[in-house]
């Protein structure tokens, strides 16, 4: 590596560390919680069928987590040291991957190829920097998105590789490779199913030889122009066998779609009223609503601002609406404008629908929350190179300031080099600054409630978060106002029902408890909520019968046991309490094993 790569990747680095290091004191959040902090199966290491089959879609992020939990148990910064690294590793195969189709037959003659080196790396650079890309660095279950595109990229890098090796031995270990990371991606998160596209996608826009199996001596095609000595029946056979490789990939890729749909029997059906919405969400309405989601998306690339965890987005249920019209015309005209660039400009063509096909498994399938920020991990690097190629249209050939090392032509920065440059120190900050909203779940949902006023979501955790710092009047606000949007959000009934027995109002709290599960017979917490409430008013039998029903529907849960556990002690059913006390303490309940600690003695 000469010194000029060794200063980007330095550069890369230095980057990546200076926009996420205060990230290493945030919290858990939100789904961390019962992935991450309540989740027995990653606790054990060596209990390899309970992390592997939790989530039987995505074993590889869990198996992370469980290595994290190995080394680290729950103290937040071995998480983050993770995602950072994953993060930056990711950087490194944008900048790969980018250099790599440079060197591809067809752009060898692109107007930019003398700045091929200052593209890729920008690209990388404004990648690793994006205040877009906090939620899938900061939050950490979101692990579970960069990682499965570290796979996706790793696969597309060794693709690439591949084609351009002109060694057998190096081009089929590229492949090997590559098919080995695509497959870990398929296992790591649904995102990735985008991958045997986007892998055709490359070799149609770049390697156009490389997909045609009608080759023969006569003429020159760009493949052949690359690797001189493979021609004729060898190519043929070279170019059958890579296109069997992709032929395989895509099969595989359907094969996992198709498991997850029906196992879980959750996709394309109505989606019922849940926290972060008080309507039934159609399909038909999901893919209009999309329309608005992603040119949002896109807006967040090219200006990250007003970012949040709960965007509250409204649901569109028609195409009759001047907004989603507008933005319909927004993503026509882009797809339109891929299509004439084709053969104009590759790059920008690739960028386009790279952010199109990569985001598909997110906006096709649909699912309660309309949009999430690390939704558009993987599919912002085509808008972000579109943005970087566009500067070196632009200003490329402007050069305005020596510098020593030769990192451009001649010695000299050009003046999208220093505009490029500016914006990555803004975006650090940007990056900087949207991580200390990810503190802790006072300052997220606090931003999240400012940002959204009308989300009952963020009302209601705010409002949690508000119980365990004993301000119990602005948490019943906040509750009511989310009853008032939602009436039957179960949480915020949860809630302040919890609050009511603090404030030893347990008459009022049972009441609630009533009518949540009249709304959900089926509602674990509710039974346990009101459990508590019966067992601070000596009705114990009543209590017991709560939390057993609870149990019978969530035996993962280890609170459930303590609290029966803890009605049996009251009731002076002591031996039935330490049964109960002992299996939650097995189940690594702090609570329990500290009333062992203290009564045990």
Same mark, same amino acid.
């Given at each position: ?17 200076? #926009? ?17 902090? #309540? ?229 394309? #059906? ?67 404008? #891929? ?263």
């Amino acid at each position: 590596m000469n010194k000029e790569k060794l200063l980007y990747a330095a550069l890369l680095i230095i980057a990546g560390i200076a #926009s996420y290091y205060n990230s290493f004191g945030c919290s858990f959040h939100f789904d961390d919680l019962p992935n991450i902090v #309540s989740n027995q199966v990653i606790m054990d290491l060596s209990d390899w069928k309970a992390w592997m089959f939790f989530n039987p879609y995505r074993p590889i992020g869990f198996l992370t987590f469980a290595l994290n939990y190995h080394f680290n148990g729950l103290n937040v910064p071995g998480y983050h040291l993770v995602n950072l690294a994953i993060h930056i590793f990711n950087a490194f195969l944008v900048w790969m991957l980018v250099g790599l189709l440079f060197r591809s037959p067809c752009l060898k003659k692109h107007v930019l190829f003398a700045s091929a080196g200052e593209i890729a790396f920008f690209t990388a650079l404004l990648f690793v920097v994006h205040p877009l890309m906090t939620e899938s660095v900061t939050y950490i279950v979101q692990r579970l998105v960069s990682l499965a595109s570290m796979f996706c990229l790793l696969c597309l890098v060794l693709f690439v590789k591949g084609i351009l090796a002109e060694r057998k031995f190096l081009r089929l270990t590229c492949y090997l490779g590559s098919a080995v990371a695509a497959f870990l991606g398929f296992l790591t998160k649904e995102t990735s199913y985008s991958l045997p596209f986007l892998m055709i996608m490359t070799s149609i826009f770049f390697f156009p030889g490389w997909t045609s199996i009608n080759m023969t001596n006569s003429g020159t095609n760009p493949e052949a122009m690359l690797r001189p000595g493979i021609q004729g029946k060898r190519m043929k056979w070279v170019t059958r066998f890579q296109g069997l490789f992709l032929l395989l990939l895509l099969l595989a890729c359907f094969s996992f779609f198709a498991m997850a749909s029906v196992t879980s029997g959750k996709y394309f #059906s109505v989606i019922p009223p849940r926290e972060g919405h008080p309507y039934f969400i159609t399909p038909l309405c999901y893919y209009y609503t999309q329309i608005n989601a992603l040119v949002t998306y896109l807006r967040l690339v090219i200006i990250p601002v007003k970012q949040t965890l709960d965007y509250n987005f409204p649901m569109v249920t028609s195409l009759a609406g001047f907004h989603v019209l507008i933005d319909l015309a927004v993503l026509v005209f882009l797809l339109g404008l #891929s299509v004439w660039l084709y053969k104009k400009d590759r790059l920008i063509s690739f960028g386009i629908l790279w952010f199109f096909i990569s985001i598909a498994p997110q906006s096709l399938v649909p699912r309660s929350n309309f949009i999430f920020e690390h939704r558009a991990y993987l599919s912002s690097i085509g808008i972000i190179l579109i943005w970087v190629l566009l500067f070196y249209y632009l200003f490329g050939r402007i050069k305005i300031l020596k510098f020593p090392v030769s990192v451009s032509k001649g010695g000299f920065l050009s003046l999208a080099t220093c505009l490029l440059l500016i914006q990555c120190v803004v975006f650090a900050r940007a990056t900087y600054e949207r991580n200390k909203v990810w503190q802790n779940d006072y300052t997220l949902w606090s931003d999240c409630l400012q940002k959204s006023p009308g989300s009952a979501r963020a009302m209601v955790n705010l409002g949690c978060e508000q119980i365990y710092r004993q301000e119990y009047t602005l948490a019943v606000k906040n509750f009511d106002r989310a009853i008032t949007i939602f009436p039957s959000y179960l949480q915020a009934w949860n809630n302040r029902a919890m609050v009511r027995i603090i404030l030893r109002e347990n008459e009022k709290a049972i009441e609630e408890m009533n009518y949540a599960i009249s709304l959900d017979p089926g509602s674990n917490d509710a039974y346990i909520i009101r459990g508590i409430a019966l067992r601070n008013l000596k009705h114990y039998e009543a209590s017991v019968a709560d939390f057993t029903f609870a149990i019978s529907v969530r035996p993962e849960r280890s609170d459930t046991y303590f609290q029966r556990g803890l009605c049996f002690w009251m009731s002076g059913q002591n031996e039935a309490a330490l049964k109960d006390i002992m299996q939650a303490a097995s189940m690594k309940n702090q609570d329990a094993v500290s009333f062992l600690e203290k009564n045990m003695r």
